[in-house]
């Protein structure tokens, strides 16, 4: 009688090769750690001053790191309740918004044309928006000052909107054209044979399609408007116009010796654009890894 050969059990290497590489995935105690400590660093700062306005300035004197005790809210009740805050707050409202508004439909009109339009030049245009991600504002800031004050928008919302679009639109185009290059072709094609317009195949078509690059752009101009210092206090010199970042610096001037409640008037300043920009960080990481992958 022939034996009968029974084949080898599977081998279960794969399996567990398969383990130790998605354990190996999750990393290890060190880079937990390294983790922890950097977010530590980086929310520190924040922490200390949002808790700092919880306090007293003996308690802050006697000792720096404490934390509140008793917990005080008349800093922040003061803060709230100044007609100056709140006017600086519109302030730097309207500023990002006019900002962001501008810094959208100026960069998807132009990041449309260098994407779907051949023309000659189109390589050296882009190149020259690019080429303005390596000129900061702080560069230009004396020949940018001459600017306004000689078109008249010194002391004005609009001497600082203006500017802050300029130098947001090499960023926002550098993100952009790659969305809408990657839209094909052949869909342009049929709504061209739809008998949709260059201009409505742009508003039904092109703009849906990129909204994450749009969210991204946008969401990156609002803070950076929010947070702007050094173009407002060139700009503006009156104190019912200044923004918040001027703000904190006036009003930690004339409160110098009140530590506390310039504590509480900067964590005001600053929690408006912590909150937008934790609420939209996902389509923030979407919209440039898009770009990326475009």
């Given at each position: 009688?022939?034996?009968?050969?029974?084949a080898?059990?599977?081998?279960?290497a794969?399996v567990?090769?398969?383990?130790?590489?998605?354990?190996?995935?999750?990393g290890?105690?060190?880079?937990?750690?390294?983790?922890v400590?950097?977010?530590s660093?980086?929310?520190?700062p924040?922490?200390y001053?949002?808790?700092?306005?919880f306090?007293?300035n003996?308690?802050?004197?006697?000792d720096?790191?404490?934390?509140?005790?008793p917990?005080?809210?008349?800093?922040?009740?003061?803060?709230?309740?100044?007609?100056?805050?709140?006017r600086q707050?519109?302030?730097s409202?309207?500023?990002?918004?006019?900002?962001?508004?501008?810094?959208?439909?100026?960069?998807?009109?132009a990041?449309f044309?260098?994407?779907?339009y051949?023309?000659?030049?189109?390589?050296a245009?882009?190149?020259?928006?690019?080429?303005?991600?390596?000129f900061p504002?702080?560069?230009?800031?004396?020949?940018?000052?001459?600017?306004?004050?000689d078109?008249?928008?010194?002391n004005?919302?609009?001497?600082?909107?203006?500017?802050?679009i300029?130098f947001?639109?090499?960023?926002t185009?550098i993100?952009?054209?790659?969305?809408?290059k990657?839209?094909?072709?052949?869909?342009?094609?049929?709504?061209?044979?739809?008998?949709a317009?260059r201009?409505?195949?742009?508003f039904?078509?092109?703009?849906?399609?990129s909204?994450?690059?749009?969210?991204?752009?946008?969401?990156?101009a609002?803070?950076?408007?929010?947070n702007?210092?050094?173009l407002?206090?060139?700009?503006?010199n009156?104190?019912?116009?200044?923004?918040?970042?001027?703000g904190?610096?006036a009003?930690?001037?004339?409160?110098?010796?009140d530590?506390?409640r310039?504590?509480?008037?900067?964590?005001?300043?600053?929690?408006?654009?912590?909150v937008?920009?934790?609420?939209?960080?996902?389509?923030?990481?979407?919209g440039l890894?898009?770009?990326?992958?475009?």
């Amino acid at each position: 009688m022939a034996a009968i050969s029974t084949a080898p059990p599977p081998t279960t290497a794969p399996v567990a090769r398969r383990r130790r590489s998605s354990a190996s995935g999750r990393g290890g105690p060190l880079t937990y750690f390294v983790a922890v400590l950097l977010v530590s660093v980086c929310l520190g700062p924040v922490v200390y001053i949002i808790l700092g306005g919880f306090r007293t300035n003996s308690q802050i004197t006697l000792d720096p790191a404490g934390f509140p005790s008793p917990w005080e809210f008349g800093n922040y009740a003061d803060v709230l309740a100044s007609d100056v805050f709140w006017r600086q707050v519109l302030n730097s409202t309207i500023s990002s918004l006019a900002t962001t508004v501008g810094v959208v439909a100026l960069g998807l009109m132009a990041s449309f044309v260098l994407a779907r339009y051949r023309f000659a030049g189109r390589g050296a245009l882009y190149a020259l928006f690019a080429a303005g991600l390596m000129f900061p504002m702080t560069v230009a800031i004396t020949p940018l000052y001459i600017l306004i004050r000689d078109l008249g928008l010194m002391n004005s919302l609009a001497g600082i909107v203006l500017p802050q679009i300029a130098f947001a639109l090499p960023v926002t185009i550098i993100i952009l054209v790659p969305f809408l290059k990657a839209i094909p072709d052949e869909l342009e094609e049929a709504a061209a044979i739809d008998g949709a317009s260059r201009l409505g195949f742009f508003f039904r078509m092109v703009l849906p399609l990129s909204i994450p690059g749009v969210v991204t752009t946008g969401i990156l101009a609002f803070v950076n408007s929010w947070n702007s210092y050094m173009l407002p206090l060139f700009i503006l010199n009156d104190a019912a116009s200044f923004t918040l970042p001027l703000g904190v610096q006036a009003f930690a001037s004339q409160y110098s010796v009140d530590t506390a409640r310039v504590l509480a008037f900067t964590s005001l300043s600053m929690i408006p654009a912590l909150v937008f920009f934790s609420l939209f960080e996902r389509r923030i990481v979407g919209g440039l890894t898009g770009a990326v992958k475009g």
